[in-house]
């Protein structure tokens, strides 16, 4: 097969367009329409690939000739320049393994988050939302909606699937959101993602003592050895808080600054679920993926060689006009299914689940209860997580709305 040259990126495109923090850089939509595979240095000297396209993106992620494993890869965010290799994943990270061992791992955790045992957390989810809007209520009307709900609802949530006790639990949350606060010293995230981990160990000894109804304690009876289930712990912590978190900070953002789109959610809140999808395609906030390649592989008319790293932008796959017609526009009518916010193939979240029943339930029932809710500051003093990091998102939300505030006599799920 003859290969025609494609022209290389230097860096990775991480711009996005001013006064547009919902929009992926612009030269991600750029090169896709382009180049949707296209040759790119990284920051260490590596020259190996983009991918932008959504078919190119999903056939890379649902293709395991293209390797997990973190050492294999070269990183493509600048500020790791100094670091010829990437280190192995933490034991229990499924993200950064292939199979065998990944299909191992998986195998034990499958079974404990699939739909149905999700939605069964759903009347739990909504107990714990109210218990925060109630809280909101009593402080406002002038607060930090990070702070105030969209982190400590899945905190919660991740406390009761772990089964992290009461006790526990205001230390548990705070060495948790010190791991990604913008406000604390590097030293300090890093103590206390290491009080977490000692912590996780902990808790799996005394699962393993005494099991209560909770995901560690059904885990205590598999093939996994401890040190590997408080990986898996402290895996499904990361994996299930900070992004959840940031959906919902990011997404209440994005809704405020489209008020037709949030008046249609709250004329219909029957539409949570694709509103839910919706919002994960149009903010995708793990926006970019990290693959190398274990052997020679075709793909999109071009060779990607043994041993070359694969850059895949999530952000511009779910922005790509052959897949989701008028891509830059948030619809909340827009039936977003394929997107791939959640990842493809093996490696797909495992968590999805228990994020959308988190969602489902928080969107409609923050605006039901606030109908007056609005930002407290101008739009462009919102202070925004880096794109270098893993995750997008706001640092704080700041908002406000107006008194009195009715509560209501129950909350529900709508469509229930």
Known sequence: MQHEPVPGLTELPLARPV??????????????????????????????????????????????????RYELAHYPMPGLEGLTELPPAPVGDLTGMDAPEHTRYRKQLTGKFTVRRMRLLTERVEQITAEHLDAMQERGPELDLVQAYAHPIPAVVICELLGVPYADRDSFQGNAATTTSADAAPEERFAAYGALQEYMHQLVLAKRAKPTDDLLSDLAGSDLTDEELAGVGTFLLGAGLDTTASMLALGAFALLRNPEQLAALRADPGIADQAVEELMRYLSI??????AALEDVELGGQLIKAGESVTISIQAANRDPEKFADPDTLDLNRKATGHLSFGHGIHQCLGQQLARVEMRVA???????????RLAVPPEEVPLRPDHQNIYGVHRLPVTWDQPVTRPEAASLPGR
């Open 363 to 373: 969107f409609p029932a923050l605006f039901t209860r606030f109908p007056t809710l």
């Open 19 to 68: 006064g547009c923090p919902f929009d992926p850089p612009t030269e991600l939509g750029r090169i896709r329409e382009q180049h949707p595979l296209v040759r790119m240095s990284y920051p260490d000297g590596h020259v190996g690939w983009l991918v932008t396209g959504y078919s190119l993106v999903r056939a890379v992620l649902a293709d395991q000739r293209f390797s997990s």
């Open 286 to 291: 793990a926006h970019t993926g990290m693959r």
